[in-house]
């Protein structure tokens, strides 16, 4: 056994490749335009203004605003195996770790992710814990394109719109004609095909859920930033065990840049 052949580049393309094709947040958030230490770095275009023409052109010059949020959450996973050179040379007991890893760097990731709802625009908000509304197999449907009205009437772009639900709630819709009866929900959470008032459905188990009081997210890429990466993975020999350790950091993090390309609904569901 030994942790001197240790790559800890094949561990992190396999965390992050496994991580990436499961998470939500990777879905439905803008990723940022650089990385500097564990610093993201965001974009924002300033608008220009569309004027009559009458024979000559005034030009007006568009700023780009950069938008810095700080990677200030951090996860780290630390699992021991017989033989870190063994694990390497074996590519599906490699996955098997790997994936475990990336499973719960998701889970942590996504559930805060989606507890940015918070920050939406207050005419966006729907219902609130102290009056939820009240969701059965008639009104979701209805209730979710009201979100992406909320959206609309905001200016905010149609293309990238996601709504972000529970599976309790993508029960009802499948008792709705407008909705497809046996949806399919793909490993990264998007129910292949199915759109409600232009915003992609999307299933996640990680959305807030206080008593009952369940929250849907129904938001625009641009709505909020996000960025992660693993500092470090390092393998070495365990002093009170026969066998080795690898350890990683994922540092991460998000906010809401555009609080008007969010829109939240609190609800509680019926027994209808």
């Known amino acids: 056994m030994s942790v001197q052949s240790f790559i800890p580049a094949v561990w992190d393309s396999r965390l992050l490749a496994n991580y990436t094709k499961a998470s939500v947040a990777e879905v439905i958030t803008t990723p940022p335009v650089r990385i500097e230490g564990n610093k993201i770095i965001f974009n924002r275009i300033g608008a220009s203004e569309l ?3 009458e024979g000559s052109i005034d030009w007006n010059s568009v700023s780009t605003t950069p938008v810095e949020l700080h990677m200030d959450q951090k996860k780290y996973f630390a699992i021991t195996c017989d033989d870190v050179d063994a694990v390497q040379a074996k590519g599906d007991v490699l996955s098997a770790y790997t994936e475990q890893e990336a499973d719960n760097a998701k889970e942590k990731i996504d559930t805060f992710v989606l507890g940015l709802y918070t920050g939406a625009h207050e005419d966006n908000v729907i219902g609130s814990d102290a009056e939820p509304v009240a969701l059965d197999k008639l009104n979701v449907y209805d209730k979710i394109v009201d979100l992406g009205t909320k959206l609309s009437k905001k200016k905010v772009p149609k293309a990238n719109r996601f ?3 529970e599976s309790e709630v993508l029960g009802l ?3 709705d004609d407008r909705f497809t009866k046996n949806p399919t929900v793909l490993e990264n959470g998007v129910v292949e095909g ?11 188990e990680e959305l807030p859920n206080t008593n009952g009081k369940l929250k849907i997210m129904a938001l625009n890429k641009q709505a909020i930033g ?3 990466q693993i500092e ?3 393998a070495m020999r365990l002093e009170n065990s026969f066998a080795d350790g690898v350890r990683g950091l994922f540092v991460y993090g998000a906010e ?3 609080p008007e390309a969010l829109a939240v609904l609190t609800a509680t569901i019926t027994n209808q």
Not at 194 to 204: D, F, L, T
Request: overall charge positive; charged content about 30%; glycine content about 6%.
């Open 226 to 228: 996000y960025g992660k």
């Open 51 to 53: 004027k009559d023409y």
């Open 194 to 204: 199915q759109k409600i008032n232009g915003m992609q459905v999307v299933v996640s």
């Open 163 to 165: 709504v972000i639900i």
């Open 173 to 175: 819709l499948s008792k």
């Open 232 to 234: 470090k993975t390092e």
């Open 256 to 258: 809401v840049i555009r």
